[in-house]
């Protein structure tokens, strides 16, 4: 049952509202216009001190002189635009590596806003920091770069004609945010994901989830649920589920209403028989609709089971990235050419690395079949010892879950990648970990955790482990030291009783560029290391299941200097930039192609040896 331990009261005024896209909307994506402010001119004056809400010079002011004589000394005009959604980094050269303020502007018509309604600016994700301006006032700031915010516009702020609509947007790093001042990944700003209006009745479902129970072996399964609703205690309901001939009223008494439904001739969810039901749920005035899959995702001793069965996670790790016009991925047809290069793998499972995707990503995961790992970027050297980035990291994780808990493609949240191994770290972590199982304790919840090499031996007794479902880790044997022959030798031990999930193994290649299998760089180098690690995952300790090795596609990352072989590119994809497969694509494919003949499916049954 998927609990609700929210840190943020949900009926604070910017409580996130769940699932926008079934809601009524009014698209506010398109040609926005901007100014680059390096200094934030348009928030500090000359003294550096911040700008009175009326100041004349503040960039979210009115840019028109009031008259020819009027000094203005910033201004909005089509001579400067950029497409929203979108990273800013992609549609101007003079921004390709830009880290700092720009200030992005729209103007819109809207429908006055009724009496018994409500009117959220809803955004899918900003990189990282915005503060949001409507007609000159501060709606709100929110920090965070791959989660969703909303903020309710007070009653009167809007108009029906030409609302001035101002976000500042600052993409610059600091050592106590999430993710940290370094990635391994391109640091695209920008108004990244959709924006909306959201017109919702005063009294409004704010959130709800309805998921698979999870008592086993039943003749008749049940689906458990539960509403919140904002701005009411008590109501009349119903969840309807037409295709099942569900139409159950609810009553709600207080603000959270639990409801189960049994569910007659339900067909579950899975990889291979992706079935999805549409849901409504109306209370009061209020009517939400989504597809929902139901399934259940458990680790039974040190397997994995999907309804019932050992899963094996033939993964694929995946940037949301689109390499071939170097761009953050975001929609619908993004999601589907990514999802259909992992099926092509024969992969039927995606890790998100290495913070909440879009919204659609995992929507058309959930109607592809794909199962999806999604995390927060806790990742690397994050400030472990401070109380205020830990309640930045809940937020996030608080906002991944929110958004996706009504996904059963999502059966694994991540709460970071490759930290440090310190007691102040695992205490952090930890935390995270049951934060996110107090949440939802229908799926499974891990990291990427260390492993180390001792004589040979690949040993897993990193701490976190204790905590998590399933023990996960990267490991680059023969590319991050040693050679992809050392795999032949590798024994693995892991201190847990738990399942095993290799979560990343890669190694770079250019495209194109061929030399022997030591030729470092070479696509030989690169099928080569696949080969001997698939190898080595066939003689794997019986307590493996599954792997995602890194990467879908070459990415962009400012580490990668190599002038040769990479020029701020990482080479790991299996598609390089072009989205052609290199040599090493066909070495995992032919391994998930072995895995899927030969991995027995039956209730708690050993793989065949193979
Ligand atoms: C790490 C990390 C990735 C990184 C990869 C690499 O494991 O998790 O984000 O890109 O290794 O070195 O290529």
Request: aromatic share 12%; proline share 5%.
């Amino acid at each position: 049952m998927v609990l609700l331990l929210p840190i943020l009261d949900l009926h604070a005024q910017d409580a996130l509202i769940n699932n926008i896209y079934g809601r009524a909307r009014q698209s506010l994506n398109g040609t926005w216009q901007y100014i680059i402010d390096p200094y934030e001119t348009g928030y500090y004056n000359y003294r550096w001190q911040e700008r009175d809400e009326k100041d004349r010079e503040a960039y979210w002011n009115s840019d028109v002189p009031e008259n020819k004589t009027d000094r203005k000394e910033h201004g909005y005009n089509d001579q400067y635009t950029l497409n929203v959604p979108g990273d800013w980094n992609s549609q101007k050269p003079e921004l390709l590596y830009y880290e700092g303020t720009v200030w992005y502007k729209r103007s819109f018509d809207t429908p006055m806003v009724g009496r018994n309604e409500k009117v959220f600016l809803h955004f899918g994700a900003v990189n990282y920091r915005a503060d949001v301006y409507l007609n000159g006032k501060k709606l709100g700031a929110h920090k965070g770069g791959f989660t969703p915010f909303n903020f309710q516009i007070p009653k009167g702020m809007l108009r029906e004609k030409e609302n001035f609509l101002v976000i500042k947007v600052d993409n610059k790093r600091f050592k106590d945010e999430i993710p940290t001042i370094n990635t391994d990944w391109w640091n695209y700003g920008g108004i990244t994901r959709d924006v909306h209006l959201v017109r919702v009745p005063s009294t409004f479902i704010q959130d709800y989830v309805v998921s698979l129970k999870h008592d086993s072996n039943v003749k008749q399964h049940t689906a458990e649920g539960w509403i919140v609703m904002s701005g009411a205690r008590t109501g009349e309901g119903v969840v309807e589920i037409p295709e099942l001939k569900i139409k159950q009223p609810l009553k709600i008494q207080g603000d959270t209403i639990r409801f189960e439904v049994k569910l007659p001739g339900v067909k579950l969810w899975s990889p291979t028989t992706p079935k999805r039901y549409d849901v409504v749920i109306t209370v009061g005035e209020d009517v939400v609709k989504e597809k929902i899959g139901f399934r259940k995702i458990q680790v039974v001793g040190k397997q994995v089971l999907l309804n019932d069965k050992p899963l094996f996670m033939r993964g694929i790790c995946i940037h949301e990235e689109i390499p071939e016009q170097v761009r953050r991925a975001n929609g619908v047809s993004d999601a589907v050419q990514l999802l259909n290069k992992a099926k092509a793998l024969h992969a039927n499972m995606v890790r998100l690395a290495h913070y909440p995707h879009n919204e659609k990503m995992v929507q058309v995961a959930d109607s592809m079949g794909i199962l999806v790992w999604s995390e927060i970027p806790v990742y690397w050297t994050i400030d472990f010892t401070s109380a205020a980035v830990l309640d930045k990291a809940k937020q996030q994780l608080q906002d991944m879950i929110t958004r996706d808990k009504n996904r059963a493609s999502v059966i694994i949240w991540s709460v970071g990648n490759e930290t440090p191994v310190t007691p102040e770290r695992t205490r952090f972590m930890s935390t995270l970990v049951k934060f996110a199982k107090a949440m939802d304790y229908s799926r499974l919840v891990s990291a990427a955790l260390e492993v180390h090499n001792v004589n040979g031996i690949q040993m897993i007794d990193d701490p976190l482990g204790e905590f998590t479902d399933i023990v996960s880790v990267n490991e680059y044997l023969g590319w991050y030291g040693g050679l992809p022959s050392d795999c032949r030798t590798a024994q693995w031990q892991v201190k847990y009783d738990k399942p095993l999930f290799i979560s990343e193994t890669g190694a770079e290649a250019l495209a194109g560029f061929h030399g022997d299998s030591l030729t470092r760089w070479s696509e030989e180098y690169q099928a080569w290391y696949y080969r001997e690690q698939v190898n080595m995952m066939k003689r794997m300790p019986d307590n493996f299941v599954g792997l995602s090795p890194w990467i879908l596609n070459d990415f962009r990352s400012p580490r990668r200097n190599n002038p040769v072989y990479q020029e701020g590119w990482n080479n790991k994809g299996l598609y390089d930039h072009e989205g052609k497969r290199k040599q090493a694509f066909y070495v995992l494919k032919d391994y998930y192609d072995f895995v899927e003949k030969n991995w027995q499916t039956k209730p708690l049954v050993k793989r065949k040896k193979n």
